[in-house]
T-cell receptor
Framework: SQQGEEDPQALSIQEGENATMNCSYK?????LQWYRQNSGRGLVHLIL?????REKHSGRLRVTLDTSKKSSSLLITASRAADTASYFC????????????FGKGTSLLVTP | DTGVSQNPRHKITKRGQNVTFRCDPI?????LYWYRQTLGQGPEFLTY????????KSRLLSDRFSAERPKGSFSTLEIQRTEQGDSAMYLC??????????????FGEGSRLTVL
């Protein structure tokens, strides 16, 4: 089952601009993760934020988590053409504990 | 390269044929996952192994699908009597015991299946 839902489904920006993607989820979580997928490739882990954290940074990435609203956001600052990819949020299924469930993703296009 | 390796990368088959995909996880990773991804969708969980034990299977894993991890190292995913609806990217991922059961996953490049 897909627990996370990203918004928007697609985003087009120019190089240098910031990109913000949002994720909503349905149940309690231990942590929330963001992954990137280039077209036709596998997924790459970007960042993990634990349920007791509110914000986390990694390079040009900033992730926030609001457990009261069951939502997270991923901000990519000073975007580059190489950031063009699909971005997915993922949470573990609390009923199973093993399945990491992904949303449908946000497709980001960064034009030069 | 010591990442997750999947073979074959592409497979075209006719409806009704059997296909098998192989996944070699990162060597010290004891957790292994299979996912299916169709165009425009996120990966959907299929099954999970901890060492050689298959601990969870999704309802998506019909009786035509079988996965094994016989020695707790590589894994195979077999699809019998393929249907056109099986066309998808099949992704394998592994994770480290140090990451806990809720750690990050390391994905392979996937095996793309096309059923004609």
């Amino acid at each position: 089952s897909q627990q996370g839902e990203e918004d928007p489904q697609a985003l087009s920006i120019q190089e240098g601009e910031n990109a913000t993607m949002n994720c909503s989820y349905k149940t309690s979580i231990n942590n929330l993760q963001w992954y990137r997928q280039n077209s036709g490739r596998g997924l790459v882990h970007l960042i993990l934020i634990r349920s007791n954290e509110r914000e986390k940074h990694s390079g040009r990435l900033r992730v926030t988590l609001d457990t009261s609203k069951k939502s997270s956001s991923l901000l990519i600052t000073a975007s580059r053409a190489a950031d063009t990819a699909s971005y997915f949020c993922a949470t573990y299924d609390p009923n199973s504990g093993y399945a990491l469930n992904f949303g449908k993703g946000t497709s980001l296009l960064v034009t030069p | 390269d010591t990442g997750v390796s999947q073979n074959p990368r592409h497979k075209i088959t006719k409806r009704g044929q059997n296909v098998t995909f192989r996944c070699d996880p990162i060597s010290e990773h004891n957790r292994l996952y299979w996912y299916r991804q169709t165009l425009g969708q996120g990966p959907e969980f299929l099954t999970y192994f901890q060492n050689e034990a298959q601990l969870e299977k999704s309802r998506l894993l019909s009786d035509r699908f079988s996965a094994e991890r016989p020695k707790g190292s590589f894994s195979t995913l077999e699809i019998q009597r393929t249907e056109q609806g099986d066309s998808a990217m099949y992704l394998c991922a592994s994770s480290s015991p140090g990451g806990g059961v809720t750690g990050e996953l390391f994905f392979g490049e996937g095996s793309r299946l096309t059923v004609l």
